[in-house]
């Protein structure tokens, strides 16, 4: 055998949790110099598996081999001592520290007395930021960081030590087309070196530029391995969730209702100005834009969550003002929010309660809420979004990401709104809850829902939308229909290229 | 079928870990002295326990919210002072017993306004409950001492003070009526709307918000239901001594959150339960009672219960750390 040595490999490991096994039996291996993507549905275990690999969990039986030598780490500064680094799927920064201090969290560079040596620290830092191209200091105070230069923070942790593997955990689900480039070049970086990479995502395109090889998980067991030149996504996708995915798009025009929602000239300081747009039942509009171009803001406003400055909302052609969101809720507006794990969910409490909090109040039978009126409401979405739990009573907070995102669509979805605005929902989602998750979205549409889909990725605004709105810098520099749209002009409109908008 | 309801005691065991050790405390007291295991004892246990386990239960409630009430001990010694002194007000000479009723009403009514102003600060201003409720214990204390010269007032009534000796079947009418409230507070929190939000704004305010949760008006009522349990707290503590001494309630505060906190109620909010916090309640009764029929000085009993509280939340960390590792908080 000319193979080289695995910089990592993983024999028959099993994990099992109370009422789930989250690995059965799984092989998985590292070469140097090798991006290796891992594959699986929502709840698979593969960020159970890399877990195990980075300390976090100890595995209830299989071996670690790190350079042909079997190991046992207990604790993550055990891997990261033996050169295993993970990027976490879920951001674990403090956010009222630094970005320095987050960077060197544990190990911050010492002084006489161990006093901290802050020179040295930001120095360091800012170093390795600007390799990642990030546009902010090292002394920037997290909180104040947008999630996606939270998630450069997160990798810029990696960079610090002597990295034998690095692992992602699903690191682009918050990051712009511009940023994810700077992320490959990164990835391939390390690879040149020689560091073992273990990439896990949901986005085939990603997969496919990136990886060298793909191991597929499916219900915490090993699938197999695949190597990347001589497969294609079909073979992929059937061997993750055992069917192909039909991913035809299909703009049927839709029977369009009447005006649910109109908005004029709707202003919030900084974020938007001047938005005026009209939504009808039974359409689906996709706002595209980059990170920063207001849409999140301009969907929290319609919310109740923020003030606008000026402009007038219109329901069914009446003037509101939404100024709370049980208001909005009140008026059939839903929203689901950007942010699962902050804005979205009680991380503490179980999936039924999680799913029908908004409207708990209306389940009530006498003085007290009605167990039975929650659990069909949980599991009529359950089912409907495939949400892998072994039961109601799991706590929200021990979801894998993915099924903790459908958790929250299937709160809103089940409040029945007139108008559903969602806020980048499939980030984190497996392609075949994807696809079902936008199928429910135009059958929503269909049945008379108005629905906002806000998304900086293409494929989905494309994908699920009747109208597109694009907006840059607060404006909505053009719209277009389904049938007219063209990548090439979209990118623009969201540029600030062209049609007169100042760049 | 035998080895599967063991496991399940032993989880619900290793997730209340409080229960365990009400379980041992009572089969060492048992074994240790000759008074413990005995009726009287239980009925005077329960008895003991029943001012600060009211107040427990409120706190419950305002520590899944999220906040803290360290104003109670001085609630409970204001709303005892109004108890005794308006029953002798002479507006309600000639009304015999009957005086004792506006007397309570009226101090019950302070508590629940107290808290209510409690929530209210706290909510409006959004300064943390920590702070806002140290300032109105230090400032309730004060009114206190104004109201009664710093000295005590003496129920002249006798229904009043015979009260506390009333029976119901095996039952003190004191542990029943702490009984009962344990109940309906638990239906409270576990079954009802308000308990859902109170955990929910305790866990995840902002998601809470989200959800259309209006997060001030339920942290205020829980602020009122903490003063009410206060004020009858101190009503029942009043119809026992058959008198109010403004110093009454000092240090309350204190084994409160002790018995709560032992109860496995998170102080971040979000997380407890009303049976842990009923164990944490037991848990001081006994340890309290058996050490005093054993004849532990007063001093040592603080130092065990220090360190029996520590060990309890080791403990309760180490059973429950590898899930706790898993959230993703
Ligand atoms: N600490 C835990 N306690 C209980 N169950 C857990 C815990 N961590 C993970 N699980 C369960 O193990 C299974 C695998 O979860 P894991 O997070 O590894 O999935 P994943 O493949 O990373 O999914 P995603 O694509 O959604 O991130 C899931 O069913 C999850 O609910
Ligand atoms: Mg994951």
Redesign the interface.
Known sequence: MTRKEPALRLQQIVKT??GVRALDGVDFEVLPGEVHALLGENGAGKSTLMKVLAG??QPNEGQIYIAGEEVTMTTPLDAKNQGVVLIHQ?LSLVPEMTAAENIYLGELPRKSFGRVDWKTLHARCDEILSRLKCRFSSDTVVAGLSIANQQMVEIARALTVDARVVIFDEPTASLTDAEKVVLFDIINDLKAQGVGIVYISHRMDEIFTLSDRITVLRDGSYRGTLVTAETDEDEVTRLMIGRSLDLSRNIKTPELGDVVLEVRGLSCAPSFSDVSFALRAGEVVGFYGLVGAGRTELAETL?G?RRPDGGTILIDGAEVATT???D???RGIS?V?ENR?????????NCR?NMT??Q??DL?AG???SSGAEIAIFDQYRDRLAIKTPSWRQ?V??LS?GN?QKIVIG?WLSMQPRVLIVDEPTRGIDVGSKAEIHNLLRELAAQGYAVIVISSEMPEVLHVSDRIIAMYHGKITREFSAAEVSEDALVQAISGLGNGTAA | MAYLTRNALVRWLMQNPIWGFVLIVFIFFSLMTDHFFDLRNFQNILVQTSTIGLIALGMTLVMINGNIDLSVGATLALAAAFAVDVQGWAMFATWGSWQILPAVTLALLVGVVLGGLNGFIVWKTGVDAFIVTLGAMLGIRGLVFVYTGESSFYAMNFAYSDFSALKVGPLPVLALIFLLCTIAVHLLLSRTVHGRNSYAVGGNREAAVNAGIRVGPHMMVNFMIIGFLAALSGVLLSTQMGAATPNLGRDYELWVITAVVLGGTKLTGGKGDIIGTFGGVLAIGMLRNGMNLMQVPAFYVYVILGSILIAVLFLDKHFNRQAEGGLRL
């Open positions: 949790f109370p976090m969990y879920e919310f969550l709370s969101p049980q909005a809720i009140a929203l929010p794990k902050e804005q979205g969910l009680v991380l503490t409490m309660d909090l908004p708990v109040g009530t003085p007290f809420v706590l907070g021990y990401g903790q709160k």
